[in-house]
Antibody, heavy 118, light 110 residues
Framework: QVQLVQSGSELKKPGASVKVSCKASGYSFRTYAMNWVRQAPGQGPEWVGWINTHTENPTNAQAFTGRFVISLDTSVSTSYLQISSLKAEDTAIYYC???????????WGQGTLVTVSS | QSVLTQAPSASGTPGQRVTISCSGASSNIGSNAVNWYQQLPGTAPKVVIHNNNQRPSGVPDRFSGSKSGTSASLAISGLQSEDETYYYCSAWDNSLHAYVFGPGTKVTVL
């Protein structure tokens, strides 16, 4: 069965970096794009961006350019979201989610809580 | 400030029909398919309607979707207690080149 398993919660200080992983199993990894979605406490989801797992080309939403980098390691069927120069407002749950060919996120990881606090 | 607009809350008694609306623009809902996600507390969002009105396998047929112009709706008929949670609409936005989400509607079963 399709599974997306994310790395564990992170507590970071402002200015630090974090790298969240998302390991896929149960399907052909390079066939489906991977989305990354942020959800701040008490807020709705925000789309961070996605990566074409065939070309390894990432695309970020305008609000998430610069400090947010989406990458892949196809040898271990894993996508990564790296956030640098962390700010308090980056505190959120970050989800990876597989992009269905029909144009929606059909399988989601369990989420990774990133807390930024001094 | 969300690109898509949703009422913050909706409610109904068990067995009733509840409708949630989502308003957007020509660059998103007006041009692209709408998806609806249900999010139970402490879990990841789960799609209940995709491509405006398509229900994935496993989603009860109590859930239905529709779209007209730059607005979309999610209807839950025969409301059940387990339907009490948050629902988010989402669509691709051609101007932002990004998926956009609504702020969410909390459905309460009275």
């Amino acid at each position: 069965q399709v599974q997306l398993v994310q790395s564990g919660s992170e507590l970071k200080k402002p200015g630090a970096s974090v790298k969240v992983s998302c390991k896929a199993s149960g399907y052909s990894f390079r066939t489906y794009a991977m989305n990354w979605v942020r959800q701040a406490p008490g807020q709705g989801p925000e789309w961070v961006g996605w990566i074409n797992t065939h070309t390894e080309n990432p695309t970020n939403a305008q609000a998430f350019t610069g400090r947010f980098v989406i990458s892949l390691d196809t040898s271990v069927s894993t996508s990564y979201l790296q956030i640098s120069s962390l700010k308090a407002e980056d505190t959120a749950i970050y989800y990876c989610a597989r992009e269905s060919p029909a144009g929606y996120a059909d399988f989601w990881g369990q989420g990774t809580l990133v807390t930024v606090s001094s | 400030q969300s690109v898509l607009t949703q009422a913050p809350s909706a409610s109904g008694t068990p067995g009733q029909r509840v409708t949630i609306s989502c308003s957007g623009a020509s660059s998103n809902i007006g041009s692209n398919a709408v998806n609806w996600y249900q999010q139970l507390p402490g879990t990841a969002p789960k799609v209940v309607i995709h491509n405006n009105n398509q229900r994935p396998s496993g989603v009860p047929d109590r859930f239905s979707g529709s779209k007209s112009g730059t607005s979309a709706s999610l209807a839950i008929s025969g409301l059940q207690s387990e339907d009490e949670t948050y629902y988010y609409c989402s669509a691709w936005d051609n101007s932002l080149h990004a998926y956009v989400f609504g702020p969410g509607t909390k459905v309460t079963v009275l």
